[in-house]
């Protein structure tokens, strides 16, 4: 007798877990048709800017044919409207690749509901509820590794928009105003000296983002002088670009240690800071560094926003912090994230050292 209650407590709970995940199920599938519409919608909108983007391209050039004659508000405008539409054409074709990144990802996980829901229909003995799904539907593989790939795929897109819009547009923008000066020699040489000033104030700028960029991706000096020196002066650049006060404190014996770690702590510390940035609207923020015999621990901390944390790590929105686990515990450490809505937000993880 005991034992059929325990089966038929063993059913209900099934029961109640199939519902769950049929009604998560349902809910994915919507949020697939309505992102559906919203890639359609954005696809018309990117198309009917790169229209604009064209004609921009092409009112610029026939100003450049007759730069001579052509009073320098209006070149000015011309370049500025041409700068407008390749900006307002970069940053739809960004949402147009972020939603169907999106669109991917709830595949995914329609794909592994489907499957959870045949799963937990055979170990109840019930007979699975008709919610397949398409047989295109991308396959969830190995979890770990498709958030991996993903996310690799997400920095290659920031850094090229990065490119786009930093250095590439400057370097337009350079060549562009070199051309005005070469032609401004024979009859306006006082424009011209002026035009040079310009020229040079824009290289040197240039010349610094570049700089900037390239410490972004890849830090000389984190193979030269270590993890720490390399902290400081990124705190240092986000500071002064973010307007965010960050305290730096670092504790314990400093020193090198395995290449591989010291990137990958530089990166978590990067990308950190990145979403204090970008999602906290926080006031301030630490981060700690302390290095132990055996181990360093390292902290970010803010007063910004906050977040519910297992509903954020249960769904999409938690694939940067799921991948920084992911990464920590690959390389034998360990994360804990502590965040509450209106309450800030602190991530924490230690890293074993040989």
């Known amino acids: 007798m005991d034992a059929l209650h325990g089966r038929a407590a063993g059913s209900g709970s099934s029961s109640h877990l199939l ?28 198309d009917r800017l790169a229209q604009r983007n064209a ?7 026939q100003i450049e044919i007759n730069i001579d004659t052509v009073p320098r508000s209006d070149l000015q405008a011309a370049y500025a409207e041409a700068q407008e539409a390749q900006k307002r054409l970069v940053m739809m074709k960004s949402q147009l690749e972020k939603l169907q990144s999106d669109q991917q990802n709830l595949s995914r996980l329609a794909n592994a509901l489907n499957r959870s829901v045949s799963a937990v229909s055979d ?15 991308a396959d969830a593989g190995q979890p ?13 897109q920031r850094l090229v928009k990065q490119l786009h819009d930093g250095p590439a547009q400057s370097l337009t923008n350079l060549i ?25 104030t824009a290289v040197t700028s240039t010349f610094q983002k570049v700089r900037d960029f390239m410490f972004d991706l890849r830090p000389m000096m984190l193979d030269d002088l270590g993890l720490v020196p390399t ?22 014996n400093e020193r090198r240690f395995t290449g591989y770690k010291e990137m990958a702590l530089f990166r978590i510390v990067q990308d950190l800071l990145s979403n204090v940035r970008q999602h906290a609207h926080a006031t301030r923020a630490q ?29 999409r929105k938690g694939i940067g912090l799921s991948t920084l686990r992911e990464r920590v515990e690959m390389m034998g450490g360990q994360v804990q994230i502590d965040s509450a809505p209106g309450r800030g937000t602190k991530v924490s993880l230690i890293l074993p050292l040989p």
Do not use: M, W
Request: charged share 30%; hydrophobic share 40%.
């Open 123 to 137: 170990a109840a003995g019930v007979a699975a509820p008709g919610v397949g799904i398409d047989s295109g539907a």
């Open 231 to 252: 902290l400081k002066r990124y705190v240092d650049g986000f500071v002064e670009k973010s307007g965010v006060p960050i305290a730096l404190t670092v504790t314990g």
């Open 287 to 315: 981060v700690f560094l302390d290095l132990t015999e055996d181990a360093v621990r390292v902290s970010v901390e803010d007063n910004g926003s906050g977040f519910d944390v297992v509903e954020t790590l249960a769904v």
């Open 144 to 156: 770990a590794i498709v958030r991996i790939i993903e996310t690799q795929e997400q920095e290659r």
């Open 19 to 46: 519902d769950e995940l049929k009604a998560e199920y349902e809910q994915t599938q919507r949020e697939l048709k309505e992102i559906d519409l919203l890639i359609q919608q954005t696809g018309g909108e990117v």
């Open 55 to 61: 004609q921009a391209a092409s009112r610029v050039k």
């Open 176 to 200: 562009l105003q070199a051309e005005i000066c070469e032609r401004l020699f024979d009859h306006d040489a006082k424009r011209a000296r002026s035009e040079l000033s310009n020229l040079k």
